[in-house]
């Protein structure tokens, strides 16, 4: 039998949000997708200002297809109140994301080294019968990543990266 990775997840329930949310995609290359990121996350932190609207939580990056065709993904900022009927027609809205019993994975230091700690997650559930390719990876969309701290006020070796797996 294979031995198990050391990154061990947590079971958790997540409990569903109120967000501003808008959806995005790029190619596959992490400066795309980080470079897609951080536009997508400015133009909801510029509506936000815009609406005066408090957040409520850390943001997230909910991913919802990855493969030749590139990444999708959606960008969410839980927020304190329900804006909805303030917000005009645009690439923001305000809606539910719902909850979910999930498998939680946890990343220390800079977003630029992700990709090792979804390796160490890949071979974990792969061990764990979970994943048999790296294929199989689509049963368990949309995942994502919450990012705890604020990567504008903590050093790159201190930031903290929730990755969550969906329990179906």
Partial sequence: MTESPQIQPE???VEPVVALTLDAQCGNDPQEIARAM????????QFARQHRVQFAGPPRAIY?????GGTKFTVVMPISADVQGEIGAGPVTVGD???TKALRFTHRGPYVKLMQ???QITAWMKA???LVTDAD???????????VNDPESTPEEDL????YVPLR
């Fill in 117 to 119: 700690t979804y390796e």
């Fill in 11 to 13: 079971r958790v329930n």
């Fill in 137 to 147: 990876w689509a049963k368990y969309m949309p995942m994502w990543e919450e990012y």
């Fill in 128 to 130: 764990e019968g979970m």
């Fill in 64 to 68: 919802t297809g990855y493969g030749p």
């Fill in 160 to 163: 903290i990266t929730h990755i």
């Fill in 38 to 45: 951080g536009q997508a996350f400015g133009t909801l932190g």
């Fill in 97 to 99: 994301v719902p909850g």
